[in-house]
């Protein structure tokens, strides 16, 4: 069965670090460029960042900027989204995706399917 997992959320101080998880299973993660988006209740979901099928090309929303990077380790079958300098405006259930990454467009999120269950990031104090 094709399937994306994310893990790695949970409640976390302001400032504070997470890194999130996105496993494959069912198929390789090898042939496809994988994104980030998070939905904050009562909002719409957002492009947060994604990474090219070899990692040569991501991208970044202004808001997370210099704070977020996103890597993959294809041996592992999984991407990871390291989050620093938390803010209490990156709570949301972020979910991971496969589709098309670009480097100089913003991420379209009917570009992108197979979508996790999601895992939940609350910063708070």
């Known amino acids: 069965q094709r399937q994306l997992v994310e893990s790695g959320g949970g409640l976390v101080q302001p400032g504070g670090s997470l890194r999130l998880s996105c496993a494959a299973s069912g198929f390789t993660l090898d042939y496809y460029a994988i994104g980030w988006f998070r939905q904050a209740p009562g909002k719409a979901r957002e492009g947060v960042s994604c990474i090219s099928s070899l990692g040569e090309s991501t991208n970044y929303a202004d808001s997370v900027k210099g704070r977020f990077t996103i890597s993959r380790d294809n041996a592992k079958n999984t991407v990871y989204l390291q989050m620093n300098s938390l803010k209490p405006e990156d709570t949301a259930v972020y979910y991971c995706?496969?589709?098309?990454?670009?480097?100089?467009?913003?991420?379209?999120?009917?570009?992108?399917?197979?979508w996790g269950q999601g895992t939940q990031v609350t910063v708070s104090s």
């Open positions: 995706a496969e589709g098309r990454c670009s480097s100089t467009s913003p991420l379209v999120r009917e570009d992108f399917g197979s």
